[in-house]
T-cell receptor, first 113, second 113 residues
Framework: DGGITQSPKYLFRKEGQNVTLSCEQNLNHDAMYWYRQDPGQGLRLIYYSQIVNDFQKGDIAEGYSVSREKKESFPLTVTSAQKNPTAFYLC????????????FGDGTRLSIL | AQSVTQLDSQVPVFEEAPVELRCNYSSSVSVYLFWYVQYPNQGLQLLLKYLSGSTLVKGINGFEAEFNKSQTSFHLRKPSVHISDTAEYFCAVGGNQGGKLIFGQGTELSVKP
């Protein structure tokens, strides 16, 4: 079945560490997105990519980095510069058109030790 | 600029009762509207979408929504809810460059026996 796979489901980070969240899709979608979800704040866009080797900052990109070397993969790195990284992170993909819905993975919950 | 306002953060309702979750939007571009559902510790699942045509849109799980251009609303309705409908519901507006979606803050639907 086609879909989006995020791993790991739960992730713990020590102070000062960078961590990378994985997102893989087999939907042949051009566009991919990373969101951060905090209680009562909805979804906030971190980064998005419309094509391979290109990506743009979203609304809250500070302290995060991404790469898009393959169409299927869009990993997110939470750097030590992100002072409040504890959150639920969601990856999504779409065909990229402005009328197209996004398809979501099951998320990664990141916590600080 | 686009924005989405979900007018209720929490909606408690008894099983088999009707429910309406309210969503207002503002947009200066073509409007594409979506409702998503999120169960605990999972990603978002598309319930329904409005792209054009009939203003009454039917989705999965017995939900429907009505697009009202004059009132800039896209309220979600279900005539009879089940315990299994307990979840968080997000309204989103598209039409942006790169396929970006703007999400509301979410409405937590709690169905009680």
């Amino acid at each position: 079945d086609g879909g989006i796979t995020q791993s790991p489901k739960y992730l713990f980070r020590k102070e000062g560490q960078n961590v990378t969240l994985s997102c893989e899709q087999n939907l042949n979608h051009d566009a991919m997105y990373w969101y951060r979800q905090d209680p009562g704040q909805g979804l906030r866009l971190i980064y998005y990519s419309q094509i391979v080797n290109d990506f743009q900052k979203g609304d809250i990109a500070e302290g995060y980095s991404v790469s898009r070397e393959k169409k299927e993969s869009f990993p997110l790195t939470v750097t030590s510069a992100q002072k409040n990284p504890t959150a639920f992170y969601l990856c999504a993909s779409s065909s990229g058109g402005s009328s197209q819905p996004q398809h979501f993975g099951d998320g990664t919950r990141l916590s600080i030790l | 600029a686009q924005s989405v306002t979900q007018l209720d953060s929490q909606v408690p309702v008894f099983e088999e009762a009707p429910v309406e979750l309210r969503c207002n939007y503002s947009s200066s571009v073509s409007v594409y509207l979506f409702w998503y559902v999120q169960y605990p510790n999972q990603g978002l699942q598309l319930l329904l979408k409005y792209l054009s045509g009939s203003t009454l849109v039917k989705g999965i799980n017995g939900f429907e929504a009505e697009f009202n251009k004059s009132q800039t609303s896209f309220h979600l309705r279900k005539p009879s809810v089940h315990i299994s409908d307990t979840a968080e519901y997000f309204c989103a507006v598209g039409g942006n460059q790169g396929g970006k979606l703007i999400f509301g803050q979410g409405t937590e639907l709690s169905v009680k026996p």
